[in-house]
């Protein structure tokens, strides 16, 4: 029994101290986030607009919680004024990467998504960090 506890504080001790896996974590949570909020103004402000605002308040809190929780900084106006380039520089990787992979292999719908997260997910954590930690 004692080792199983052992065991698994050690498990929650790696994912509380690997940042990678905390951004990951951030990126689920504000999966739901804009879902949620979405779901919430579609009725109010149409479709289109209330995705729009979504993802703009899913993205402040992602750079409030990457900030607090995965890299344990305080946010400055400074990088808060730079995020928004990563979220640029995310949407242009999720646009061209199936673009350039259906051009080249038109059989690729399935595995699309996930080489797009593989390609955009340690990008976005790179720029994440350099961002909130300069």
């Given amino acids: 029994m004692e080792n199983d ?11 509380l101290e690997n940042k990678f896996i905390k951004y990951c974590m951030t990126g689920v949570f504000n999966t739901v986030h804009h879902y949620v909020w979405f779901l919430l103004l579609s009725p109010v402000i149409g479709y289109s607009f209330s995705n729009l605002v979504s993802f703009i ?17 305080t946010p400055s106006l400074r990088s ?10 995310q949407a242009v990787i999720a646009y061209l990467v199936p673009a350039l992979c259906l051009a080249f292999f038109p059989n690729s719908k399935l595995f ?9 997910l340690p990008i976005g954590y790179l720029l994440t960090k350099k961002v909130i930690q300069n």
């Fill in 5 to 15: 506890y052992k065991s698994n504080t050690k498990s929650v001790n790696f994912i």
């Fill in 57 to 73: 308040i899913a993205n402040i809190a992602s750079f409030f919680i990457n900030s607090y929780f995965t890299f344990q900084v």
């Fill in 80 to 89: 808060f004024i730079k995020y928004p380039k990563v979220i640029i520089v």
């Fill in 112 to 120: 699309v998504p996930v080489l797009t997260t593989i390609i955009n």
